[in-house]
């Protein structure tokens, strides 16, 4: 196959960059979306730009054959092996279903120590060297400091400086250490803002004190510890470019601040082109996010046109070609980092094997271990574990089979329990009706599900359908019984619903996974809850 010309020969770098046209320099530091439901005429494109010397691919998919089946058949259209990436904060999890998720960055936030972080980062990294995905654009450092964050919310470790740079360059240390790299984001900071960059330009009003003490704090400790790469977010920061020009293609910003003043000499890579961040704007911002020092752009939205209009300002004079050697120099050199120029190295995945290693115990084992120390009580620990009796639990839309995992495990933590159901649309009438039916129970428990899984919500709200007027009719039944309130979403959710206080003892169990379900009734029925909230809930 093609794709073998340069791995087989095992040139070096230079050799390699030698052998290159201009035009394919230019497409080696672009990074394609594809989709295994991307149109024929779509996969006509990316097949043509592979052909052109593309660097690389994110994939945009659901399901896990398929995806390496058309990824095998990309690869063999390439000269140089493409770096296959991903957008997997959470693990590949978040593109492919078959795998167990992971904890949200927030969750992991919530663990006394950095240790379970390190070990989540490299069990990330392991799974997805495993079906040779070698970049994984996280961790998250932005410092979410805002709680009406539209778009970061629970992929950011917290709101404290420290943590969130101490667990996110641990994160980042494990995947590193299992073979993938790493990509701090969303430089300069997405954190405070109330704008979703997917949607529109965030504007960040701080003076450059303020940047430097918080949102630029995890940048540093991260660049400092060797990450591969940051990635440059469509934010304006007027204090650190007045014009107002999106990071993501401002040279104060791309090349003055991180490169020059931070020191960072790994790969700078764009936010997605396509964003409407810099999209509304700017367009196709593919040029600028190269003239301000980018070194790899990110799903610009045609490569084809990219590739063209680049190499028409170096034909012109306007551009310098030993800067692009540069940045093509970077991209090899992380190929290299990853075994991918080696001879005789094969892209290729075997489908029914990449199954097969999606199913991992020591996995799901350690995803359990995080739930388990990361459940976090927010009032009433001192009244956990409850004290043995007639037991009743009070499921809230609980519809998925995920919500079993709890009422299972409480009965076999030894803890009999008898189950209501709160459904959808309830009201006062079915929670008067319950309250009746709850006299004689020496304890209640109310979950407070999603009824729905949630993969990839990172807003302050998103993972409950429980309306406030609801979770106040529910709340009403703490004045006749001693009650332990459950919220499977993260907490941020409590925010609209001051009468969790209400409750004798209330736990954020994060989310509405199975493990989480399950490390909510051991809390329950052995106390010793460890999570410490990483944000403020006002």
Known sequence: MAVMAVSAMGQDIDSIIKGMSRKEKIAQIIVVAVDTQDRPERRADEIEWVRQGLGGLIVMDDELGPCMQMLNNLQSFAKIPMIVSIDGEWGASMRFYEYASFPKAMQLGALPSAGLVYQAGKAVGEELAQIKIFVDYAPDVDVNNNPNNPVIGVRSFGEDREKVAAYGSAFMLGMKDAGVAGSAKHFPGHGDTDVDSHKGLPVLQFDRQRLDSLELYPFRRLIADGVDMVMVGHLSVPALDPTGTPASISRPIVTDLLRKELGFDGIIITDALGMKGVANDYGDASVAAYKAGVDVLLMPQNAGRTIEELDALF??????????????????????????????????????????????PATEALIQRICDQSMTVVKGAENLPFSPGKTAYVAVNAATPEA?????????????????????????????SLEAKLKGYDNVIVG?????????????????????????????LTASHKVCGIMFANPYRLVDLPRYKDFQSFIVAWSDTKFNNKAAARAIVRGGAAGVLPVKIK
């Open 315 to 360: 034909q012109s004079g306007e551009l310098d070609e030993a800067g692009l050697d540069a940045r093509v120099r970077k991209m090899l050199a992380l190929k290299q980092r990853c075994g991918m120029l080696a001879p005789g190295y094969c892209p290729m995945v075997d489908p029914q094997q990449a199954l097969r290693s999606s199913f991992r």
């Open 404 to 432: 079993e995992s709890f009422f299972l495990e409480l009965c076999m933590q030894y803890f009999p329990a008898d189950r209501f159901c709160l459904e959808g649309d309830f009201g006062q009438e079915q929670v008067d």
């Open 448 to 476: 407070f599900h999603s009824g729905t899984p949630v993969k990839r919500s990172g807003g302050p709200r998103r993972e409950s359908l429980i309306t406030p007027e609801q979770f106040s009719m529910v709340a009403g």
